[in-house]
């Protein structure tokens, strides 16, 4: 009988630990637990940081407010980085809020341009 329960409980532990590790696994540092449902505007400057081997590992968007957002790293946040560096970028996609954290899940970018068409204002007189 002993036998029996000392197998029973190194099976809950056993599996009690894949569970744990595949929770672990499953996290990705980089990237938010939770996003929020609705699309939001961001525009600001997109930057990148890479690693020794020339990997994108970083991707921020700072708007002319100075508030700072990080892009989380997936196919269309890489696709972001690759096109929008040191560029102005119109960015529709998620946000939340971690920490101290603003992470953004992008959805749609695309590029703002300089406005040519501006006049000089002038004092009448």
Same mark, same amino acid.
């Given at each position: ?60 968007? !700072? ?6 957002? /990080?892009?989380?790293? =997936?196919? *269309?946040? #890489?696709?972001?980085? %690759? ?21 953004? !899940? ?6 703002? /341009?300089?406005?040519? =068409?501006? *006049?000089? #204002?002038?004092?009448? %007189?």
């Amino acid at each position: 009988m002993k036998k029996q329960l000392m197998a029973l409980v190194g099976v809950v532990a056993v599996c009690m630990l894949l569970a744990v590790v595949s929770n672990v696994m499953a996290a990705d540092a980089n990237q938010p637990k939770e996003k929020s449902k609705d699309n939001s505007l961001v525009i600001g400057i997109v930057t990148i940081v890479k690693d020794n081997d020339g990997n994108i590992s970083e991707i921020k968007v !700072t708007t002319h407010k100075d508030l700072i957002y /990080k892009v989380v790293l =997936d196919e *269309k946040g #890489k696709e972001l980085g %690759k096109t929008m560096v040191d560029k102005r970028a119109r960015i529709e996609g998620l946000i939340e809020t971690k920490g101290n954290v603003h992470w953004l !899940t992008v959805k749609t970018f695309s590029e703002v /341009k300089p406005r040519t =068409d501006a *006049k000089t #204002k002038t004092k009448p %007189k």
